[in-house]
C-alpha cells in the first residue's frame, strides 16, 4: 500500500455483480484504496429482499472482481461503527439511496463523516434492461417454492422475532412485501405473512368457520404468492380429517408455503377470539398427536413446518394443561407451537412461555398478540417467543376505512366530499408494476 493512499469505503448487499456495481468499485478505485462492506444477512432483510446465496458467496463474488483491497462484513445498517473503525476519507455509494427509508442510512453516513471531514460521493445509479432483468430474475428466484418454503427456518436463525403480518390478497400480499419503515434511525419491514381464517374469510364475507374450503384458500395463497416472495404461514384451522390433513400437507408443500398452524379444536370450530363465549371442543391430546405425526410423515421436503396450536388458555383449562400439550405435541413432531389467549395482560402468555422454556430451550414459540397488544416484541422476545404474528390488523383497518368512504358517498351524492382521505387516483393505476 502507498503510504498516502486514500482510503474509500463502500457497502454491498448484492447477491449478484452487474454492470453497475463494476462501474461504483472502478469509480471507486480512483480515489484510493477500497475496501468493501458486505451487508450480514441479518441487517439486510430488515430493509432489503432476502439473500438468496450465502454471505461468504457474496463476498466471494466481490473479491473477484479484483477491485477491492479488502473485503469485510459490515454487521449493521447504520454505518457508525464501521466509519469508527475504518475512518474512510471517502465512501462511495449509488445514488439511489437519496429517495425512500434508504435515505435515512445516506444520511447516517454524512453525520458521521462529517465528524472528522470525510466525503461521499453519490455514482448515477445504473438501471438499465440488463440490470433489471437481473434484477426480476432474483425477485423471481425468491418466490420459487424451493427458495420460499425453506425461508421461515433461515428467518428462524437470522431475526430475535420474526415479524409475520396478516395476508388475504393480492393487494395485501404487496403491502406485506413492500411496506418498509424508517423510524427513530431504524429501518424495518415484515418478515412473513399470516394467512388468516379468519381474515380470508372476512374477506369473502363468511364466518371464520372452516366454510372457506381448502381449495379457496389455496386460491388466496396463488393469488399472494403471485406478487410476493416472503414466506407464508397457513392458519390452517383444526387440519380437517387426519387422512385429509396428509394430503394438504403435500399440496402446501409443493406450492411453497412454509408452514401450515394447526388448532387443537374438533368439531365445528369457531374463532378463537370467541374465547367460551360459544361452545367450542378441545381436541384429545393422543388425536391430535396422531395429526401432527401422520402431517409430519406426509411432508416430503425438510423445511416445511407443522406447528401445533394450543387452545387450553383460549377454552380456560388453565396452564398445566397447556403445556401438558405442549410436550406432547413436540414429542408428536411439532416443528413449533403456538400459544395463544385473549386476556388483555400478556401474563399467561409469559407464565406459559417462561414454564416452557426452562424445559424446551429451542422449538419455536408462536403467539397472535390481537387482544393483548401492548406487549412489544422486544418482550416477547426476552421470554422465548420466535414468532409474532399481527393477525388480523390490516383487515381491520380497511373495513372502518371503506365503510366510511360508503357512508360519505351516500350522505352527499358525490364523491368529491371523501376525495381528500382516498389514495390519488394516479397512484392507485401505478401501484402495481408491470411484469
Ligand atoms: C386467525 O387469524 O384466523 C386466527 C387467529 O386463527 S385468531 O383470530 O386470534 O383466532
Ligand atoms: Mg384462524
Not at 145 to 158: D, F, I, N, S
Request: glycine share 6%; net charge negative.
Amino acid at each position: 500500500m502507498v503510504l498516502d493512499m486514500k482510503k474509500v469505503y463502500t457497502c454491498f448487499c448484492t447477491d449478484v455483480i452487474h454492470e453497475g456495481h463494476l462501474n461504483i468499485l472502478r469509480e471507486a478505485n480512483k480515489y484510493g484504496e477500497v475496501t468493501v462492506g458486505i451487508l450480514s444477512d441479518a441487517a439486510m432483510i430488515k430493509f432489503n429482499r432476502f439473500p438468496t446465496v450465502t454471505i461468504d458467496e457474496r463476498k466471494k463474488i466481490v473479491e473477484n472482481t479484483g477491485l477491492a483491497s479488502k473485503v469485510i462484513i459490515q454487521n449493521e445498517i447504520m454505518y457508525d461503527q464501521v466509519i469508527a473503525e475504518l475512518k474512510p476519507d471517502y465512501v462511495i455509494h449509488g445514488d439511489n439511496w437519496c429517495k425512500g427509508p434508504e435515505s435515512a442510512i445516506r444520511q447516517n453516513v454524512i453525520d458521521n463523516l462529517v465528524t472528522y471531514g470525510g466525503q461521499l460521493i453519490e455514482v448515477g445509479y445504473t438501471y438499465n434492461e440488463n440490470v433489471k432483468k437481473i434484477d426480476d430474475n432474483i425477485r423471481e428466484k425468491l418466490a420459487m417454492p424451493e427458495y420460499r418454503r425453506k425461508r421461515l427456518r433461515q428467518l428462524l436463525k437470522l431475526c430475535p422475532i420474526v415479524k409475520t403480518i396478516e395476508v388475504h390478497s393480492g393487494l395485501t400480499g404487496l403491502i406485506a412485501e413492500k411496506t418498509i419503515v424508517e423510524h427513530n434511525g431504524e429501518l424495518d419491514q415484515f418478515d412473513a405473512m399470516w394467512l388468516s381464517s379468519l381474515c380470508d374469510s372476512t374477506a369473502k364475507g363468511k364466518p371464520d368457520i372452516e366454510l372457506v374450503d381448502m381449495s379457496s384458500r389455496m386460491r388466496t395463497i396463488d393469488d399472494v404468492m403471485e406478487v410476493t416472495t416472503k414466506p407464508i404461514i397457513l392458519d390452517g384451522d383444526t387440519g380437517g380429517l387426519i387422512e385429509h390433513f396428509v394430503y394438504n400437507v403435500r399440496t402446501l408443500e409443493r406450492m411453497g408455503v412454509s408452514a401450515v398452524i394447526i388448532e387443537d379444536k374438533t368439531g365445528l370450530k369457531k374463532n378463537s377470539l370467541f374465547g367460551t363465549e360459544v361452545a367450542q371442543t378441545q381436541d384429545s391430546i393422543e388425536n391430535f398427536s396422531e395429526k401432527i405425526r401422520a402431517g409430519k410423515n406426509a411432508q416430503r421436503t425438510e423445511e416445511f413446518m407443522i406447528i401445533a396450536r394450543i387452545e387450553s388458555l383460549i377454552l380456560e383449562k388453565g396452564q398445566e394443561d397447556a403445556l401438558k400439550r405442549a410436550f406432547a405435541y413436540v414429542d408428536a413432531g411439532a416443528d413449533a407451537i403456538m400459544i395463544h389467549s385473549r386476556k388483555k395482560s400478556p401474563d399467561e402468555i409469559f407464565v406459559f412461555c417462561d414454564r416452557f422454556r426452562k424445559e424446551n430451550s429451542d422449538t419455536p414459540i408462536v403467539v397472535v398478540p390481537t387482544s393483548f397488544n401492548s406487549v412489544t416484541e422486544a418482550e416477547l422476545a426476552q421470554h422465548g417467543v420466535n414468532i409474532v404474528i399481527y393477525a388480523n390488523q390490516l383487515t381491520r383497518s380497511a373495513f372502518p376505512a371503506m365503510q366510511s368512504t360508503a357512508v360519505e358517498i351516500l350522505k352527499n351524492h358525490r364523491a368529491l366530499e371523501v376525495d381528500s382521505k382516498l389514495m390519488p387516483f394516479k397512484e392507485i393505476i401505478t401501484l402495481i408494476d408491470d411484469m
